[in-house]
Every structure is written in structure tokens, then in C-alpha cells.
């Protein structure tokens, strides 16, 4: 006999690291609102140890639990797999194995959501790259939306943009947040004392966004959209010198993308 669950529509959202919610946090909501089964998946540990994995875990996974979605529909695969900070790039076919195993037992996927192609983190672009692939056979296209969290379009140096989609990734689907929820989610990111130094520096341009836009926002995909840089001038990454353009996309191409 089919369980509650397997008659429910399912929304996936796919993160790269703990604290990724914080860009999609109103479709979250929505897509609960709407009767929908939510599931977050995190495909690195978000750290280089394992004290600080811990930290981080336990920070999503109050923020989400606040937001209601159902702890065993929350997972952290990145622990699971080994998967630290920065390395989704060197993990490309655990993460992609995993996540083709987890959506086998998801009977009814209607919307799957996932970091922009936006250069911001590597690890984002890489996340963002092997869904759009692994998906071609079993997932409508038009079901995969993508967020944006960061990225360096049109800045210099040390600067960068939040909650800013690029215009190269298409038309933007922007819904209002209502003013109770843009108090909630900010208090959401003062959740994750693990990444004080990081929140730092967000933190004030989410306040300026919920203030002065306080839009929930999201783009289609495009799978022909990972062959071309995701906007002109350096990336963000390749300023703060994570990771170079060529590495990525090397990468990405030499993946073989099978089981």
C-alpha cells in the first residue's frame, strides 16, 4: 500500500553548503503552503572538519525545523560522502550517484530547486552543473529553478552582489515577501553563529534586499547555459581565488555523468 507520503507531490531543494537556505527561504515556505513535501539535501559538509560540520548541521537544520520542514526529510549528504567545503568539484560522481539514489525513492517530484549559475562559489556553479545533467532523462527541464545567493557581476575587488539574479540566466520569476516574513528571515540568518565572519558581510545586503525589495526570486534552467561563463569579467571565485573558470568547466566536461 502507498504510504501518505508517496501520494504528496515532492519539492526538492538541493544546497551546497548549510546556510544556502537562506536564499530561497520564501519558496520553501510556498512550496509547504502549497501541500507539498519538502526535502533539503546539503552536498558538503560545509567545513574542512568535522567539529565544524557538526556546528553547521545543527544550524540548518534548526533554521529549516523553524521554517517546518520535516527533520527525516532533511539530509546531509556531504557527511555522509566526505564531501568538505570547496570540494564538490573533486567529488563530482558521489554527489551526482547520491543524488540519482535519492530521487529513485522520491515517487512524485514537482519542482526541484538549486543554486544559480552565477560564479559566486564553485561549489554552487558545480551543484548547479551536475543536477541540470543528471536530470535530463527523468525531470522536465521546466521544473528546475535556480537561486541566486552570490555573485560578482559588474563589481571590483573585494565586492560582490546578494540575492541578485543575473540578467544571462533568463527571465525572473519575482514573488513579494510580506513584511512578517522578511522580519523572520532575517532572524533565520542570524542563526548560523558558525559563519559569524561570513554573515559579516551578508548579513547587510540581505537587510537592504528585505527592505528596499523583499522579493523572493527565481530563474529557469538551461543546460546550455554551464557551457559559457556565467557573466563577463572575472568571477567572483577567480577574484577571491577559490578556483579558476578553466578548472570548473574542466572538470565539469571530463565528468562522465554514469552510474
Known sequence: MPTENDLLS????LFAHQDDEFGIFQKILDELE???L???AYLTNGALGPDLANRRNRESLTVLLKLGVDVKNI???GDILGISDSKLLEHLDLASNWIRNWWSRIPRIQSVYIPAWEGGHPDHDALHAITLRIAQDNIDPSRIQQFSLYNGYQCSGPLFRVLSPLPNNGPTNSRPIAWNNRLKFLSYCLQYPSQRK???GLFPFVLMHYIFYGLQATQPTNIQRIRS???SGLLYYERRGF???DNLT????NWNNTV
Not at 250 to 253: D, F, K, M, S
Open 10 to 13: 515532492t519539492s526538492i531543494f
Open 34 to 36: 502549497a501541500g507539498n
Open 38 to 40: 519538502v526535502c533539503c
Open 75 to 77: 539530509f546531509f549528504a
Open 198 to 200: 561570513t554573515w559579516i
Open 229 to 231: 561563463r556565467p557573466h
Open 243 to 245: 578556483c579558476t573558470w
Open 250 to 253: 574542466t572538470r565539469i566536461n
